[in-house]
Every structure is written in C-alpha cells, then in structure tokens.
Nanobody, 124 residues
C-alpha cells in the first residue's frame, strides 16, 4: 500500500477554482492507478476522476466532466485535481485513492489506499 495525503481544499465562491494535490509515499507510486472521490454526509462516496498508471487513460464522473482535470507526476509521486467553474454542489470532502490493477476504475471498492480527505466548500 501507499500512504496518501491530500491538500489544497478550502472555501471558494461559485465559479472559482481550486487545485487539489495528493502526495504519495513509497517508491511504487507508478504501479497504481489513482482516483479522486468525494463524499457529503449521508451519501455514498462519489467517483470524481481517475487516471491510469502512466496517465494515458483518464476518466471523469458525469457531474464534473469539462470542469475538472486530473493529472499525475510519477517523478513527484503526486496526483492533482484541477477544479474550475466550481458549483455549490461540488461541496464535499475529497479523497485521493490508489488502486493496483483495478477492473472498474470508477468503483471505490477497487481502491486499496485512501487519504484522510480534504474539505472543499463552494459558497453560492
């Protein structure tokens, strides 16, 4: 497993932008597909975005497509989520996660390691 630490959350007005970062420990980061999920109280964890091990394949949830961009830097053991045109409904705790050989990269059950989460609040 890898240890993951998210950063970059905060309070932003609707229409604004934030960039989340996730730092991973260990020398095997490039073996993992990486994903971002989000969760609000009382709801299931929602898939936001995912990126394959070498960055060649990228996936987005329907609610963020066209507004969010996932990227990774294997040399820095990091994955990022650029969030633009933020909406009030994007308010959630955002989690970074790592998966070895996921069959369904959109499924949270595929991910072995999770960060502690970072709060994103979008004021309307």
């Amino acid at each position: 497993q890898v240890q993951l630490v998210e950063s970059g959350g905060g309070l932003v007005q609707a229409g604004g932008s934030l960039r989340l970062s996730c730092a991973a420990s260990g020398r095997t980061f490039s073996r993992y597909a990486m994903g971002w999920f989000r969760q609000v109280p009382g709801a299931e964890r929602e898939f936001v975005a995912a990126i394959s091990r070498n960055g060649g394949m990228i996936y987005y949830g329907d609610s963020v497509k066209g507004r969010f961009t996932i990227s990774r830097d294997n040399a820095k053991n990091a994955v990022y989520l650029q969030m633009n045109s933020l909406k009030h409904e994007d308010t959630a705790v955002y989690y970074c996660a790592a998966a070895l050989n996921p069959y369904n990269i959109r499924g949270s059950y595929e991910y072995d390691s999770w960060g502690q989460g970072t709060q994103v609040t979008v004021s309307s």
